[in-house]
């Protein structure tokens, strides 16, 4: 009998045409005309639309501080500053992550120590952290990784127990919960993209989030120095005010600001419609062989955010072996656009193994004398294999069911088909995934 498969000759799972269900960011009438009034009011450079933007997505955030950067990757570097993190100190990180949730360690004269990921949630593991932990260690960085919300409340206890600070990346899972609680409120500070790309997409731009005082006036006084005066309360910082500590400067271009504050006010309802959509389509996978929804389940009180990167738990023992390579190659062939893998990890990358940034006369990752935190090849399997056990899935902005159907169906019929892959399997490349993954309109 021939194959149904389209890889195959058979007929496309995707005939459809998708019209505008995949396209991001979307630029409602409302956000062109906000970035035009400051164009035309040549505000691009001051920070009044940010600090309105602030108010607003700390009040949507559920923090009592929100500071507005130029890109969440300057974000990430004032929250790590915040946390007290400074020569010679390590923070825990994911190496199965995009760059930026690590690598701003580096100016800071601090380095990273991985640490595991688990299989179905793409997120650190609670289990795998504490042997991680040094007299060094400042801060816990946790990934909600494509807008899956990691397991908080072991992490936040470790933390606790010794008294080092968590930060939460909220790049692809923005206004997702964990047990009830909004992503981004949980740990000690958050910090989060806003670039295009993103669940929520104003430009480029990141935001940090906190309660804590100290952390928000000590990010401030690290790359804002417009913003660093008379306002600072900590005693040490306030000598030095006027001038930024890190000799940054990431306040947010005031374009991104005002078309921010309109995407933030429109962002739960487009939110919503995507949760819809992204849950419709993994219902319809649901017991399918091989193939594993990555998302919370249902009543647990954590729901994923955004599903930027949304991807997909792949089982090649249930399905003969069959290489990821090959199944995306066939999904592809149905009709949609499927890749193997995610982000390459961290470790293996050699700018944390030899690369010497600052001309030390020895590799960067080496910010401490006494400790050498490299990480070879196999020394993280679960994050190392992972790549190997993950395909992108679409991401649908809106909830279109029979455009969702027709995508479920080519991801099934692949999986109820396998048999017919495996004779001409290639295998996998020697290394699946890549160090990012951007690509716009
Ligand atoms: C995009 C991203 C960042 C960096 O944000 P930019 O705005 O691009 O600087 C940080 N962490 C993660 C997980 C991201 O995906």
Not at 17 to 26: R, S, Y
Not at 42 to 61: I, L, R
Not at 90 to 101: F, G, N, Q, R
Not at 293 to 312: D, L, N, T
Request: proline share 6%; glycine share 10%.
């Amino acid at each position: 009998m021939k194959s149904p498969l389209a890889l195959l000759g058979g007929p496309k799972a995707v005939v459809t045409p998708v019209a505008d269900t995949f396209a991001w960011p979307i630029i409602s009438p409302a956000a062109e005309e906000a970035a035009l009034a400051v164009l035309r009011r040549g505000a691009m450079s001051g920070t009044d639309v940010s600090q309105e933007f602030e108010k607003e997505y700390a009040a949507w955030q559920g923090t009592r501080y929100a500071l507005a950067h130029s890109s969440g990757t300057a974000a990430i570097e004032g929250a790590l500053y915040g946390c007290g993190v400074r020569q010679g100190d390590e923070i825990i990180a994911p190496s199965l992550t995009y760059w930026a949730s690590a690598l701003p360690a580096f100016n800071l004269k601090a380095t990273v120590v991985f640490g595991e990921v688990q299989p179905d949630t793409l997120c650190l593991d609670p289990a795998d952290i504490e042997k991680r932990i040094t007299p060094r260690t400042k801060v816990i960085v946790v990934v909600h990784y494509c807008g899956y919300p990691a397991d908080m409340d072991p992490i936040l206890a470790i933390a606790r127990r010794h008294g080092i600070k968590v930060l939460e990346d909220v790049s692809h899972a923005h206004g997702g919960f964990y047990k009830g609680r909004k992503l981004g409120s949980i740990g000690d500070v958050a910090a989060m993209s806003l670039m295009s790309g993103k669940a929520l997409a104003i430009g480029e731009g990141g935001m940090l989030a906190t309660n804590d005082r100290d952390i928000y006036e000590h990010a401030i006084a690290w790359g804002h120095y417009e913003r660093y005066g008379s306002a600072i309360e900590n005693a040490w910082l306030k000598e030095f005010a006027g001038l930024p500590l890190g000799g940054h400067k990431y306040r947010m271009h005031q374009v991104s600001s005002a078309v921010g504050r309109v995407q933030l006010r429109e962002y739960d309802a487009r939110n919503r419609e995507i949760l819809q959509a992204m849950n419709a389509f993994w219902d319809l996978l649901e017991g399918v062989p091989g193939l594993k929804a990555h998302r919370p389940v249902k009543g647990s009180g954590s729901e994923m955010g955004g599903w930027y990167a949304a991807h997909g738990l792949y089982r090649p023992e249930d399905l003969g072996g069959l290489s990821i390579t090959r199944f995306c190659e066939a999904v592809c062939a149905e009709g949609v656009s499927c890749h193997a893998g995610c982000n390459r990890p961290m470790h293996l990358h050699p700018l944390f193994n030899t690369c010497d940034v600052y001309g030390d006369g020895r590799p960067t990752r080496l910010a401490s004398p006494d400790h050498d935190p490299r990480q070879p090849a196999g020394s993280l399997p679960v994050t190392e294999a992972m790549n190997s056990r993950v395909y992108s899935i679409p991401w649908f902005k809106y909830n279109r069911p029979a455009i969702i159907a027709e995508h479920a169906a080519a991801y099934r019929k692949v999986a109820e088909n396998y048999k017919d892959l495996l004779a001409a399997d290639p295998g996998n490349p020697s290394a699946l995934g890549g160090w990012h993954f951007f690509t716009h309109r």
